[in-house]
């Protein structure tokens, strides 16, 4: 008994400490255990940062470039590829349309994202001409003469005439053989003709149908334009690969291309054949750019140098079936002899001028009659 | 918080409980997943570098065996003089060719071409390529090195690379999209080339080492873990050969403009970790992805597992809070009751210890504490009334009442003799009241009581000379009921010599009756004794009617009979019981009324 009451008073002052501070015990062993476990948290945390190496593939500045080309892969990749191997310089490479590239570049001008601009006639990147600075490629002297830009804005890559093509189950050789055909009544809604607005290579078709076509009274030109846009019966491809399939599948008769790339159809085995125009055609150089205020300047003249040097140009007419712009390659027979070709003057400055005039007559035209009422 | 905390016992209980089950829990899983992702991590990291090793290895190994068989074919006098006359199907050029390509014939293909790069000899059967690019891609710069030079053929080797697309099968340009997406078994992925000189150093032609996906998944397979994917790539990050081609198209552009950017490949949100090796002979990365250790799919279910438990505790925490203070609340709150009744002066309360642990032994000790306290007062109580017993003895002993009865006797007698009959009457009764009052008897049957009363009214018959009446009613069956002794005669003295005083035909009446009064429920007797002693004197003063008060010690010194007798009752049965003075009905005359219990034996605590 006297146990008890020696033991209850403990056993009632431990229950009422415990009743009045019930958490600090636990704070305590919560402070013991974040003791604990906080450095062996840590240093778990520490552990794996000292293993990563830094990173050392990546190239330095200086040894990067950023190309903007309109070119099909097929075309930049291997060249962009070698100039890489041999330069050591990492190209980094946006592709894309040429009108679309050479807006984004214009809007660009405030914060070159671009280095150089690769691909596109350069009647197009004369029409940019405030977007570009000037640069004197290495290999200058050895340019054809009419390749040569005059002040350096651009530097020409190949050379490809405008050629007319038809689809050879379908129409007999001989029916088509100059732009004046295009006109015929026989081919009405059955032309294959790309938006000249947004493929590069068909504003150069139909400023080349106008040089051609023109006689020395100006006004003819509208007339012309008028002819065409009306046997086209309005119908116009978003890109100039449709063109070549639409002639080869037949939904088109004849149509209106470059020599490239109906030469590439033709290699594969598609029913279409050439016609290089009687009454004269014209071969706008396509060529790059070098940026106004690029970030590297100095890799992007030596890309330009690169693809008018004469390693890629002797390769131009077998690989790609494009023309050299160089006088010291000597043709590989694959493509007809240039001298053979009907050519007509092509002013490039001149279309790149009236680039814009000649695309809003061309909209005009293009949207028919009721379009021309409401106009007046 | 705090205030959160110490609202209630339960909540502090559920918080406590959490704390030290959450607690570990969180801290030990998280502890987990870091060592479990460390250990991983560390193990894949160790694969990764074997694996690399292993594939570096296997590269390095067939280098060295493209090396001897350029330089074999270099040194051997036959090779050089065939090649420059641009002449083909020799056969001793053919068996020399497969002589030193004996051991890595498997793995690669072995072409001879002149110095204008067209080809004139070939390990393979069937038709070879015609012609190649001296001033392009890898035999230019197998010029440029004068050694051994190695170039990827573009990614999937189909249409990148120049392979003379009018005259190659390789190429699709219809497919102009191919190039990454479709890695047919005969694109050629890797060339490697060496010029061949003959002894005046002049240019003869190139061997050609052509190795596709068919030579490398040959030569890499089974080398790198099954769950992994390998990808070679050019010093550029291009890609040149990937295990799982569509990688070519997807993670090398990725992972290359990554690069460009200056960023870390490695980066955590990756569902893949990579590790990198440089073969700089054969100018090729080795890029080995594996899956992240711990991917999203496992993290994710960890995180479910540790969210799971962290909710079971928080359950389990709120059902044993709730349970335990249940548990802990309910002794308390029958403690709380039992002190409550405690309050209320009801010692008679007892808790049943409901466990055996501390609150158990706090209902003990409760109970124990009670019955102490209970003890207490009963004792306190005992010695009260012992003393009062004292008091009272002492009152009865101021008297030495032998003496005096003796002495009252003798006086009978000698008045007998001396024929004095009222002496002889007082002194009879006298003795007689005396030793009713020495008798040790405290309490006596009421008759006895109010016949020792007559002897007192005989007395003061004869003193007053007859003056007044007495009457006595007493009810038959009350007549041995016990009351304490001597009670009567001081109220009945008091009513002649003090209300009768002055007064001629007075008279004094003792009126006994019983009742019940059921208002007070808390006495112990059924039943109540009132005896009722009136006069018809001069009355009562105004301020002493009602039950009788004590006053001031000098005003009751008058009183002292009232005061005794009031005293004795109070002392004897308690506090209600007691007199109550008051006027007759009739207007003339006081009427003491003392009230006491009615019982027919004496007080057991008295």
Not at chain 2, 27 to 34: E, I, Q, T
Not at chain 2, 198 to 219: K, P, Q, S
Not at chain 2, 242 to 258: H, M
Request: net charge negative; hydrophobic share 40%.
């Amino acid at each position: 008994m006297k146990e008890r009451h020696l033991y209850a008073p403990a056993g009632l002052r431990r229950l009422r400490r415990a009743l009045s501070a019930p958490l600090r015990p636990l704070r305590f062993t919560a402070l013991i255990i974040l003791a604990l476990a906080g450095p062996l948290a840590l240093s778990g945390c520490d552990a794996p940062q000292k293993e990563e190496p830094p990173v050392e593939y990546a190239p330095s500045e200086d040894r990067t470039l950023v190309i903007y080309t309109s070119h099909k892969e097929e075309v930049y990749r291997p060249i962009v590829e070698e100039f890489e191997e041999r330069t050591g310089i990492w190209v980094d490479v946006v592709s894309g349309g040429t009108g679309e590239l050479l807006k984004r570049i214009s809007r660009e001008t405030e914060d070159p994202q671009a280095d150089v601009m690769f691909g596109g006639g350069v009647d197009s990147l004369t029409a940019y001409a405030e977007c570009f600075s000037p640069y004197s490629c290495q290999d200058w002297d050895m340019l054809q003469a009419e390749y040569r830009s005059q002040d350096g804005l651009w530097t020409p890559f190949s050379s490809l005439p405008v050629v007319l093509i038809y689809n050879t189950k379908l129409v007999e050789a001989g029916q088509v053989t100059a732009w004046s055909d295009l006109f015929s009544p026989a081919w009405h809604g059955r032309i294959a003709f790309c938006d000249p607005g947004i493929s590069g290579s068909s504003f150069t078709s139909l400023v080349t149908l106008l040089r051609v076509l023109e006689n020395e009274d100006e006004t003819s030109g509208h007339s012309i334009l008028k002819a065409l846009a009306e046997n086209l019966d309005g119908r116009q491809y978003q890109s100039s690969g449709q063109v070549l399939d639409a002639v080869a599948d037949g939904t088109d008769l004849i149509g209106v291309t470059l020599e490239e790339t109906a030469l590439k159809r033709i290699a594969a085995g598609e029913d279409i054949a050439i016609v290089y125009p009687a009454d004269g055609t014209c071969s706008v150089p396509d060529g790059a750019a070098l940026i106004k205020g690029a970030a590297h300047r100095e890799n992007a003249g030596r890309f330009l140098d690169f693809i008018s040097g004469r390693d890629v140009q002797s390769l131009l007419e077998k690989q790609f079936c494009r023309r050299t712009v160089r006088t010291d390659i000597l043709p590989a027979g694959i493509l007809p002899k240039a001298e053979e070709l009907p050519l007509a003057d092509y002013d490039i400055e001149k279309a790149g001028r009236e680039h814009d005039a000649i695309l809003m007559s061309w909209a005009f035209y293009q949207m028919g009659e009721d379009s021309r009422l409401y106009r007046r | 918080m705090k205030k959160f905390f110490g609202k209630s016992f339960r909540v502090r209980l559920f918080a406590g409980f959490l704390a030290a089950s959450l607690l570990p829990l969180l801290l030990s899983s998280a502890m987990l997943l870091k060592t479990f992702r460390l250990r991983l991590d560390r193990q894949g990291k160790q694969e990764t570098a074997e694996q690399l090793a292993r594939v570096t290895q296997l590269l390095d190994t067939l280098y060295t065996s493209f090396h001897q068989v350029s330089e074999a074919l270099k040194n051997d006098p036959s090779i050089a003089p065939v090649l420059m006359r641009g002449q083909g199907g020799s056969t001793t050029v053919y068996s020399t060719l497969f002589a030193v390509t004996e051991d890595s014939r498997e793995y690669a293909r072995f072409d001879l071409y002149d110095k204008d790069g067209i080809w004139l000899y070939s390990t393979q059967n069937g038709p070879a390529a015609g012609e190649l690019p001296v001033n392009w891609g890898v035999l230019y710069a197998s010029r440029q090195t004068a050694g051994l030079a190695f170039a990827a053929a573009g990614a999937g080797g189909n249409t990148a690379r120049p392979g003379f697309v009018l005259s190659s099968a390789e190429s699709d340009p219809a497919r102009p999209d191919s190039a990454s997406a479709d890695a047919g078994a005969s694109g050629v992925l890797l060339r490697g080339a060496a010029q061949i000189t003959t002894r005046e150093g002049e240019a003869a032609g190139y061997l050609v080492i052509t190795m596709d996906r068919t030579h490398l998944n040959r030569l890499l397979g089974g080398s790198y873990g099954s769950q992994n994917d390998l990808i070679l790539l050019n010093p550029y990050w291009r890609p040149v050969y990937a295990s799982d081609p569509s990688l070519a198209g997807t993670l090398v552009p990725r992972l290359r403009s990554l690069l460009l950017e200056g960023a870390d490949i490695n980066d955590k949100a990756s569902e893949d970790s990579y590790g990198t090796a440089y073969l700089p002979d054969l100018e090729l990365y080795v890029l080995l992805s594996r899956p992240q250790t711990l991917n999203r799919d496992a993290r994710t279910l960890l995180g479910t597992v540790t969210l799971g438990s962290a909710l079971v505790c928080v359950i389990l925490s709120i059902f044993l809070g709730l349970k335990l203070s249940r548990r802990m609340f309910s002794p308390i709150k029958r403690l709380q009751g039992a002190i409550g009744q405690v309050v209320h002066n009801d010692l008679s309360v007892r808790v049943t210890p409901s466990h055996d642990d501390e609150l158990g032994e706090l209902s003990r000790q409760f109970n124990t504490m009670v019955e102490a306290l209970k003890q207490n007062q009963e004792q306190l109580l005992a010695n009260h009334r012992e003393l009062n017993e004292a008091q009272i003895r002492m009152l009865q002993a101021q008297l030495n009442p032998h003496l005096l009865c003796n002495t009252l006797d003798t006086m009978k007698w000698i008045s007998k003799i001396h024929q004095v009959p009222q002496v002889a009457v007082m002194s009879t009764d006298l003795a007689d009241i005396l030793r009713f009052c020495i008798s040790p008897e405290e309490f006596v049957p009421l008759r006895q009581e109010v016949e020792i009363l007559k002897r007192y009214v005989e007395i003061q018959t004869i003193r007053m000379s007859g003056s007044f009446r007495f009457a006595v009613e007493l009810p038959e069956e009350l007549a041995e009921c016990e009351i304490p002794k001597m009670i009567l005669q001081p109220l009945v003295e008091n009513a002649i010599l003090h209300g009768l005083e002055d007064v001629t035909d007075g008279a004094v009446t003792v009126e006994v009756r019983s009742t019940s009064d059921k208002q007070q429920v808390w006495s112990t007797p059924d039943k109540q004794l009132k005896i009722c002693i009136s006069d018809n004197g001069r009355g009562l003063p105004k301020e002493m009617e009602g039950p009788y008060v004590c006053r001031e010690q000098s005003s009751s010194r008058h009183h002292l009979g009232l005061y005794n007798v009031d005293t004795i009752l109070k002392k004897n049965y308690g506090a209600q019981y007691g007199l109550f003075l008051s006027r007759r009905p009739d207007g003339t005359g006081t009427a003491v009324t003392a009230t006491l219990p009615l019982t027919w034996e004496e007080p057991k605590n008295a």
